[in-house]
Each structure stands twice: as structure tokens, then as C-alpha cells.
């Protein structure tokens, strides 16, 4: 078999994917749309191409030997979006799941790496295709080098070869440089010569084959103003020639030799798609030909369109759906509904429902029954209509979340597909993925789907109920997830209202900040450089300033976050380098992406909470993620200044749990000492640390009491000596000794984490207050590390998932009770163990009080739960 080499342009591709795809967000947070992008286009490679060899190569900074000769080289690029560069790690991580290889090289660009690796390729007799998002690489075009180039996005492709090129570009491989130098690069800021666009430099080439016989011949070239250009500009041409020439001869340290490619580990790729949140790339992976071949053949189904709706429809109970393509509900279109009942399978277009007196009559009527999927999403989306929805009882979504939380793939496909039922098509197989996704050309085709999807809700739940019955489950779902969802459904629909001048001036104010920062910095160096290059800023701190250099990578020194801190106090450069990471970020990430977020027509964002996601129970938030916005540092609090009332006069009420985990965890393990701690409303820490250290109150001292908060925490979130020796700063076997001594001060909390890891290896799963379980597979493996990390989850699952349940017991009970009383004040966010309300200033002392009552008695454990209630002008106030 003979050696065939494939050299993808990394940054390239990476940009291209990053503008195909719409932002998308994985659980944590983290914008994967590049990502995903690269991906489907390195899988299509993989499966089509069957190359032997494959490399990525990347850009190693904005700095480049081609600077020395102009400095504007590349200057009018507009800066990376801080959305794509956070990428680029995920995609190296990709890359080593692959298994491919990936290379950088300092003062080098990507175009400099593939032209000096296919050159040794091709003296080799190597078949090699380039893949690229720009028309730089067609200068390396040959018998030998075939150059791939995107047109739209990164699925529309041009290949080309010496006749391709010849064909749609009239020149020659060797002529691209010279084309560039006469018509210039607007994107990399190279000059050529004004006047001369494509079409005349075209002509040129033609007629003198190259710029030196050009040049040579300058004054046969006719047209006056070209000729005076061309003269004017003859430095500006050779020069753009420099500039537009691959280096084929960089100093790389790798050859073609390193660009093996095996294949990949299957495993290692299917854990890393799970976290990135690609579960429709799964089936890619298994060899399974779902992703790229012709869509599965079902027996075609029954079912009616209709054109108008009459009271008649709706008989008995029914399953309804609303469709639409994309995850964001928020900003999505409809593309129609569909209902099925014992009449039959209806598909309803979105213009015929949304007018339908009879159809909003029955979506109020709560003696109507209705099972759908997302109760959450059908709420908002009805809302747009101003249409309530009553009689919900069954939802597919949530029951599959709790039959089992590890899933990553909830959509109803998958969902039928697990439990048996396999007549129904993949989403991706009928809408496409990625820039093809849209609705397929026979509109029977995509209706009948939709259809399908109905059906399979209508039919699953009895199953469905049969199984979460069995787990006893039944009221988790009807007394918790379910009620909870059309409370969250309405905080969705309502928003919360920002005052976006404020984050245009936080960003502002945090723009001038960097730059004394920055300044800063660079006086405590003595001399400037790249602060965002750690492979500028290892040498300054390591070599300059000789700090003690913790850890080296492949690339050199590493200045991450976690060397950094162990740096703390050392110098105080580090303290500056730390502050402004963070304050980029909060520019960058939060400032910019909140602002992206906010609804033009409310002047609101309408976060959406993620209620089928998280192992624990936990919410989390998307578009944007509200749980995420940092608060440990002054300008990372200041952004909830932006989140106020919707109204004037009224005030943003905040109410948080105090310590809730500690008080389940009180509770869970039974433990008298720290019980009695919280019935007599100590401060839990100091207590703590008295009964570690075996001292007085008054002999507790501050980082005593330091200690003892992080060992608390700690035991929250399953402690470790490593994890404790880290955030005290202290040895690991200072960290175990202090771990010791706390649980022989509580040894009921000792037991507790004994017995119910025992209990998981007994049973498979462990459960919280409310019975909402989390399977702990990997509780029995062999593996030190995957099992230990199976026991601290299982230790702390109850204690997280268990407060989890509390406060949405809580939003369920305040939702009912703000109805009941009339009252304006209403439900914004939730948010950690906090609850975000916005209400008017008359009711707030009112408000107040409800709000902890309820809070505090949403169920009744050993200790007493309490809450902090504050509010003011702003969420920040209201803190």
C-alpha cells in the first residue's frame, strides 16, 4: 500500500468551522461549535481519504519572520474571537484522542510546516492532499500534491491539481506566489501593487510568466496608470512576493516519518466526544455508517395534516410535540407540532395552532391530559403565543433523565431506540448536521418524523412509568421534576431584564485596567513581550527572573494556572499575571458574551436551565450561563450590577442557603457533634476547628478556622489529601493527618462515608433524600484512580444531589405560594443555592419573609436549614 499524507491547516479549518456553525455551548459552558465543526470534517477525511499519515499543523503566535520584513504583515486582522481561541486547546486535545499528530513552530506559520513537510513527502513519491480554508497552500500544488480547498463553510470543497487549477485560476502552481504579488492579500495585509486586481494580474501572468520577466519587460506593458504603477511599486511587489512564499525549508523538528497514522482509540474518542457534548458524532466512531449513509427505510406511518383545527381533535389523552432544529429554543423557529391520540397522528403547522381559539382552550384545560417531551420547552414556546399549558402528566424527557442521568442523549430517538422501539430515524439522519442541517426537500419526509416522535411519547410511557416505579421514583418525577419545569418554563419565558450600557462600561473600565496591568507587568519584567505567549512569558519568569520552574511541557515552560498559583508570593509579578488572566476573561467570556445575549426586543436574557443534564440534580444555565459569572474577585461580582428589575421602583431580592450541604451532610450521616452545631447556630467552621485542634473559641485562630472551612467543603465534595494539600497549600501528608483528626472528631461522618460506599458497591448507584440515583459503574474497577474517583463520588452525591432537590422543592412551593397571595413579586433565576426574585418595593418587606419561610421549610430535616434574604437596586445590591 502506498503512503498517502494528509496536512490540514489547523487555524484555518478551525476558523472556517468557528464561522459555519452557530455558538454551541457543551454542559460546562465551553464553546465547542469549532470543535464540532473540525471534527465532522476530519471524520469525512478519515473515512474517504484512508490516509496512512496525517498532520495538523498550527500557528504558533501573531509574530512571524515575515514581520522582519513588515512589520503590518497580517496587521488589519481583526482579533481572534475570544469564543474561538478558547478552543484551540480542545482541539489538541481532539487531535490526541485521534491519535494524529499536531505541530507548531515558533516564528513559523502553518502554511511554513505543511510546505516543508510535502516537500520532503513529495521527494519521497508520497501521494499528499492539503486541506486548507484560504488559497496560500495552491503555490504547492503538483503531480504529487493535491490542495483542498473550502469555499463555504468547511463542507463545500475545491480540490485542487496543476489542470484544476489551470482550469478556475488560468496559472500555473509556480504563478501563485507571482499573483499575489501583483494583487496583494487584503486578509494577510500584504500590499502588492495598487490597480492591479485578479483579473489584470491574471493577464499579466499570462503574457510575462513571471514578476522578474515582467519587470524585465515593463515597458512594453501598455496602459499608462498600470505602468506608472507597476513602477511606483516594484518594492511593494517583490516584497508581497517575500511574504506570500511558503518557507518549504523550515527548522521543523519533526519529519514525515512522525506523521503515522494508526488510527484511533475508540474509547479514548467516545469519552472525549461525552464531554464535549457530541453524542451525535457516537455513532461515527463505532464504525456504524449512520452518520454519512442513506437514511434508514421505515415502513411509512399514517397520519393527517392538519389544516384547521376543530374541538373534535382532541379526545382523550394525547401526546404533543413542537419541533424545532436547533438547541435554543429561544431564538429557534418553529417548523410545526404534532399530536397523537386514540384518533389517530395529527401534524399541525405552526400557523394553524397559534390562531386556533380551540387549540388554546385545550392546551389551558387542565382536565386535558398531555404527555410531551420537555415540558420546559413547550411552556416557553407557547408563550410566544401567549398560550398557557395545563394537564401536562408525563414527560419523556425528565423520565429518561432520572431513569438514568449518565446518558448523554436524551432526544427521543435515542430515548425509543434504548428502550426497544428502533422504527424512527435519527434527527441527524432526516434534518443533516452541522451547515447542511435544514429541512430535507420532501416535506412528507420531515412531517412524518416529527409524527413519529409524537408517537413514540405516546407509546413509551407506560413503559416508562413501569420503570421509574420500579426504581420508586414515580413521585421524584411527578411531585418534583415535572411541577419544577413548568416554574422553570415561566422563569425562561420571563427573562431577566440588563442594562447593557453598564456592561459596555464594565468593558470599558476593564479595557483601561489591563492596560495598567499589562504596563505593570512589563515594568516588573524590565523589558516587554507577549503577555498572553507562555512561551514568552516562561523565559521572563523562569530564566529572568529565575523563579523555581514547576513544570515543563513538550513546548517549553508551563505558565498555567495551577504553576501560578504555587508561585504566589514569590515575586509580585505573578500576583499581576494572575489578576489580568482573570480580568481578560471576565472581558472576553462574560462581558462580550452577555452582551451577545441580550434580547433586542426586551432589552432581556432568557437564560435556559438545564433541568435534564447534570448527575447530581443540579440545574445548570446556557445562553449564557449564568452560574458560571465569577464571583471571587471585586470585577467579576460588578457584572451583576447589569441584572435589574424589569420595572422602575422595584427591587432585585437575592435569598440564599446558608452552608446547605454542610447541614445535609449533618443530617445524611447522623452526626450528634455537628447537628448540635447547627441547632445552636454556631459558626460551623469555628466549631470545626475546635473540635480538630482541640482548642477554646476564643483560642481559634484565623487560619485555623481557614483550615477547617476547606476541610468541611472537602468532605462535601469527597476529600482527598492531594485535594486539601492543594488548596491549604500544605504537604499531602499534613493534608491526611488533618483529614485524620477531623473524622475522629465526627465519626459518624467517618462511618457515613464508609457505608455508603459500601452500599454503592453493593447496589450499583447511590440515591439522595428524594430517591434520585446516580449509577457508579466504575465503583468495582480495577484502576486505583477511576475507582477512587467512583468512591468520592458516591460519598458526596448524596450530599450535592440531596441539596439539589431541596431547592427545587423550594422554587415549586414559592412559585405556589406567589400565586396564591396575588402578590406582583416573581421568580428570575436560580443560581447555585440561590433564588433571584424581582419584586416591587411596597412588597419586598412581605416578600422577604414569605420567601424564607418557605425556603427554610421545604423539608423537614435534624438541623434547620436557614436563609439569607437581602435585596436592593441591582442583583450586585441585592448581594
Given at each position: 500500500?502506498s503512503?498517502?499524507l494528509?496536512?490540514?491547516d489547523?487555524n484555518s479549518i478551525?476558523?472556517r468551522?468557528?464561522f459555519?456553525?452557530p455558538l454551541?455551548n457543551n454542559d460546562k459552558g465551553?464553546?465547542t ?5 473540525f471534527t465532522t470534517?476530519?471524520?469525512?477525511i478519515?473515512?474517504?481519504e ?25 496587521g488589519?486582522?481583526q ?6 481561541s478558547?478552543?484551540f486547546?480542545?482541539?489538541r486535545?481532539?487531535?490526541?484522542a485521534f491519535?494524529?499528530?499536531?505541530y ?9 510546516i505543511i510546505?516543508?513537510i ?5 521527494q519521497?513519491g508520497?501521494?499528499v ?6 488559497k496560500?497552500l495552491?503555490?504547492l ?8 480547498v473550502?469555499k463555504k ?7 485542487y491539481t ?8 488560468e ?6 506566489i507571482d499573483?499575489k504579488?501583483l494583487?496583494?492579500d487584503?486578509?494577510d495585509?500584504i500590499?502588492?501593487v495598487p490597480?492591479v486586481?485578479q483579473?489584470t494580474?491574471?493577464k499579466l501572468?499570462?503574457?510575462y510568466q513571471?514578476l522578474?520577466n515582467?519587470y524585465?519587460?515593463?515597458d512594453e ?7 506608472e504603477?507597476l ?5 511593494d ?5 517575500d511574504?506570500a512564499?511558503?518557507?518549504q525549508?523550515s527548522?521543523?523538528e ?9 488510527g484511533y ?5 467516545r469519552n472525549?466526544?461525552?464531554?464535549l457534548g457530541?453524542s451525535s458524532?457516537?455513532?461515527?466512531i ?8 442513506e437514511s434508514?427505510?421505515?415502513?411509512a406511518?399514517?397520519f393527517?395534516k392538519i ?6 381533535l382532541?379526545?382523550g ?5 413542537i419541533?424545532i432544529l436547533e438547541e435554543n ?17 395529527f ?5 394553524v ?7 388554546k382552550?385545550?392546551a389551558e ?5 398531555k404527555?410531551v417531551f420537555d415540558?420546559?420547552?413547550?411552556t ?6 401567549e398560550?398557557g399549558?395545563e394537564?401536562i402528566?408525563?414527560d419523556?424527557?425528565?423520565a429518561s433523565?432520572?431513569i438514568n442521568?449518565s ?5 427521543i430517538?435515542?430515548i425509543s431506540?434504548?428502550f426497544?422501539?428502533t ?6 439522519e432526516v434534518?443533516?448536521?452541522?451547515a447542511?442541517k435544514?429541512?430535507p426537500?420532501e416535506e412528507d419526509?420531515?412531517i412524518e418524523?416529527?409524527v ?5 411519547i405516546y ?5 416508562m412509568e413501569d ?6 421514583q414515580?413521585?421524584l418525577?411527578?411531585?418534583l ?11 425562561e419565558a420571563?427573562g431577566v ?5 453598564r456592561?459596555?462600561e464594565?468593558?470599558k473600565e476593564l ?10 507587568v512589563y ?5 516587554k513581550?507577549n ?20 513544570k515543563k511541557?513538550k ?6 494556572a495551577d ?10 509579578i505573578i500576583?499581576k499575571?494572575l489578576?489580568y488572566r482573570q ?8 462581558i ?7 434580547f ?7 437564560t435556559r436551565f438545564?433541568?435534564?443534564l447534570?448527575q447530581?440534580?443540579?440545574?445548570s ?10 464571583i471571587r474577585?471585586?470585577e ?8 435589574i428589575p ?7 431580592l437575592?435569598?440564599d442557603?446558608?452552608?446547605i450541604?454542610?447541614r445535609v ?7 450528634e457533634?455537628?447537628?448540635?452545631a447547627?441547632?445552636q447556630d454556631?459558626?460551623?467552621h469555628?466549631?470545626?476547628a475546635?473540635?480538630?485542634f482541640h482548642?477554646s ?5 484565623s487560619?485555623m ?13 469527597g ?7 492543594q488548596s491549604?497549600g500544605?504537604?499531602?501528608k499534613?493534608a491526611?493527618?488533618?483529614i485524620e483528626r477531623y473524622l475522629?472528631?465526627?465519626?459518624s461522618?467517618r462511618d ?6 459500601a452500599k ?6 447511590v440515591?439522595t433524600?428524594m430517591n434520585r440515583?446516580?449509577?457508579l ?18 460519598m458526596n452525591?448524596p450530599?450535592q444531589?440531596?441539596?439539589a432537590?431541596i ?5 415549586i ?13 416573581r421568580l428570575?433565576?436560580?443560581?447555585h443555592?440561590?433564588l433571584?426574585?424581582?419584586v416591587p ?5 412581605k416578600?422577604?419573609d414569605l420567601?424564607a419561610?418557605?425556603?427554610?421549610n421545604a ?6 436549614l436557614k436563609?439569607?434574604?437581602s435585596h436592593g437596586?441591582?442583583?450586585y445590591?441585592a448581594?
Amino acid at each position: 500500500m502506498s503512503n498517502k499524507l494528509i496536512l490540514i491547516d489547523g487555524n484555518s479549518i478551525a476558523y472556517r468551522a468557528f464561522f459555519a456553525l452557530p455558538l454551541l455551548n457543551n454542559d460546562k459552558g465551553v464553546y465547542t461549535n469549532a470543535v464540532y465543526g473540525f471534527t465532522t470534517m476530519l471524520l469525512r477525511i478519515l473515512e474517504e481519504e484512508k490516509p496512512s499519515h496525517v498532520l495538523v499543523a498550527f500557528d504558533a503566535g501573531k509574530t512571524t519572520f515575515r514581520h522582519e520584513t513588515y512589520k503590518e504583515y497580517k496587521g488589519g486582522r481583526q482579533k481572534t474571537p475570544p469564543e474561538l481561541s478558547e478552543q484551540f486547546p480542545l482541539l489538541r486535545e481532539l487531535l490526541d484522542a485521534f491519535q494524529i499528530k499536531h505541530y507548531q513552530l515558533e516564528n513559523f506559520e502553518a502554511d511554513d510546516i505543511i510546505g516543508t513537510i510535502s516537500k520532503q513527502a513529495k521527494q519521497d513519491g508520497w501521494n499528499v492532499k492539503v486541506i486548507s480554508g484560504d488559497k496560500d497552500l495552491l503555490q504547492l500544488v503538483s503531480e504529487k500534491i493535491d490542495v483542498s480547498v473550502t469555499k463555504k463553510g468547511i463542507s463545500d470543497v475545491m480540490n485542487y491539481t496543476p489542470d484544476t487549477l489551470k482550469e478556475d485560476m488560468e496559472i500555473s502552481p509556480d504563478q501563485v506566489i507571482d499573483l499575489k504579488a501583483l494583487m496583494g492579500d487584503k486578509s494577510d495585509n500584504i500590499p502588492g501593487v495598487p490597480g492591479v486586481g485578479q483579473k489584470t494580474a491574471v493577464k499579466l501572468l499570462k503574457e510575462y510568466q513571471t514578476l522578474e520577466n515582467l519587470y524585465d519587460h515593463l515597458d512594453e506593458v501598455s496602459g499608462k496608470k498600470l505602468k506608472e504603477n507597476l513602477t511606483n511599486h516594484k518594492d511593494d511587489a517583490f516584497m508581497s512576493k517575500d511574504l506570500a512564499t511558503i518557507n518549504q525549508s523550515s527548522p521543523i523538528e519533526i519529519s514525515v516519518k512522525d506523521t503515522l497514522y494508526d488510527g484511533y482509540d475508540a474509547t479514548n474518542l467516545r469519552n472525549l466526544f461525552g464531554e464535549l457534548g457530541f453524542s451525535s458524532l457516537m455513532g461515527r466512531i463505532s464504525g456504524d455508517e449512520e452518520a454519512d449513509v442513506e437514511s434508514t427505510t421505515l415502513e411509512a406511518i399514517d397520519f393527517e395534516k392538519i389544516e384547521s383545527i376543530s374541538e373534535d381533535l382532541f379526545t382523550g389523552v394525547a401526546a404533543f410535540d413542537i419541533e424545532i432544529l436547533e438547541e435554543n429554543y429561544h431564538r429557534e423557529q418553529m417548523i410545526g407540532a404534532s399530536l397523537v391520540n386514540e384518533k389517530g397522528k395529527f401534524f399541525i403547522p405552526i400557523d394553524v395552532f397559534k390562531e386556533s381559539t380551540a387549540f388554546k382552550r385545550w392546551a389551558e384545560d387542565s382536565s386535558k391530559k398531555k404527555y410531551v417531551f420537555d415540558a420546559k420547552k413547550i411552556t416557553v414556546l407557547l408563550n410566544r403565543f401567549e398560550i398557557g399549558i395545563e394537564g401536562i402528566s408525563f414527560d419523556l424527557l425528565l423520565a429518561s433523565y432520572l431513569i438514568n442521568p449518565s446518558e448523554n442523549n436524551h432526544d427521543i430517538p435515542a430515548i425509543s431506540h434504548r428502550f426497544g422501539k428502533t422504527a424512527i430515524q435519527f434527527d441527524d439522519e432526516v434534518y443533516g448536521k452541522g451547515a447542511k442541517k435544514g429541512l430535507p426537500d420532501e416535506e412528507d419526509k420531515w412531517i412524518e418524523h416529527i409524527v413519529r416522535k409524537t408517537t413514540m411519547i405516546y407509546e413509551l410511557k407506560k413503559q416508562m412509568e413501569d420503570e421509574l416505579e420500579g426504581n420508586k421514583q414515580l413521585d421524584l418525577l411527578y411531585e418534583l421534576e415535572l411541577p419544577l419545569a413548568l416554574v422553570l418554563g415561566e422563569m425562561e419565558a420571563r427573562g431577566v431584564k440588563v442594562d447593557s450600557s453598564r456592561l459596555v462600561e464594565m468593558g470599558k473600565e476593564l479595557t483601561e485596567r489591563l492596560k495598567v496591568l499589562e504596563e505593570e507587568v512589563y515594568e516588573l519584567a524590565g523589558e516587554k513581550f507577549n503577555l498572553n505567549s507562555p512561551k514568552q512569558l516562561g523565559p521572563i519568569l523562569f530564566e529572568k527572573l529565575e523563579l523555581p520552574a514547576i513544570k515543563k511541557t513538550k513546548t517549553g515552560y508551563s505558565t498555567s494556572a495551577d504553576v501560578l498559583e504555587q508561585l504566589q508570593g514569590k515575586h509580585p509579578i505573578i500576583e499581576k499575571i494572575l489578576l489580568y488572566r482573570q480580568l481578560k476573561k471576565l472581558d472576553s467570556t462574560y462581558i462580550a458574551g452577555l452582551l451577545r445575549e441580550v434580547f433586542k426586543q426586551d432589552e432581556k436574557i432568557h437564560t435556559r436551565f438545564n433541568q435534564a443534564l447534570t448527575q447530581t440534580g443540579r440545574l445548570s444555565s446556557i445562553d449564557p450561563n449564568l452560574q458560571n459569572i465569577p464571583i471571587r474577585i471585586e470585577e467579576g461580582r460588578k457584572i451583576r450590577q447589569a441584572f435589574i428589575p424589569s420595572k422602575a421602583g422595584w427591587k432585585m431580592l437575592a435569598a440564599d442557603y446558608s452552608q446547605i450541604e454542610l447541614r445535609v451532610l449533618a443530617h445524611i450521616a447522623e452526626d450528634e457533634k455537628l447537628q448540635a452545631a447547627f441547632q445552636q447556630d454556631k459558626d460551623i467552621h469555628t466549631q470545626t476547628a475546635m473540635d480538630v485542634f482541640h482548642v477554646s473559641e476564643k483560642d481559634v485562630t484565623s487560619n485555623m478556622r481557614r483550615q477547617a472551612k476547606a476541610v468541611n467543603f472537602g468532605i462535601v465534595y469527597g476529600i482527598s489529601d492531594y485535594g486539601l494539600s492543594q488548596s491549604l497549600g500544605i504537604t499531602r501528608k499534613e493534608a491526611k493527618k488533618f483529614i485524620e483528626r477531623y473524622l475522629e472528631s465526627y465519626p459518624s461522618v467517618r462511618d457515613y462515608m464508609k457505608d455508603i460506599v459500601a452500599k454503592a458497591k453493593q447496589d450499583g448507584f447511590v440515591t439522595t433524600i428524594m430517591n434520585r440515583r446516580r449509577y457508579l459503574p466504575d465503583i468495582t474497577s480495577r484502576n486505583f484512580n477511576v475507582r477512587s474517583f467512583a468512591e468520592r463520588t458516591a460519598m458526596n452525591t448524596p450530599i450535592q444531589g440531596s441539596a439539589a432537590d431541596i431547592i427545587k422543592l423550594a422554587m415549586i412551593e414559592l412559585d405556589r405560594r406567589l400565586k396564591e397571595a396575588e402578590v406582583k413579586a416573581r421568580l428570575l433565576l436560580q443560581v447555585h443555592d440561590e433564588l433571584i426574585l424581582e419584586v416591587p418595593e411596597e412588597e419586598v418587606d412581605k416578600i422577604s419573609d414569605l420567601v424564607a419561610e418557605v425556603m427554610e421549610n421545604a423539608i423537614e430535616l435534624s438541623v434547620p436549614l436557614k436563609v439569607d434574604v437581602s435585596h436592593g437596586d441591582t442583583w450586585y445590591d441585592a448581594k
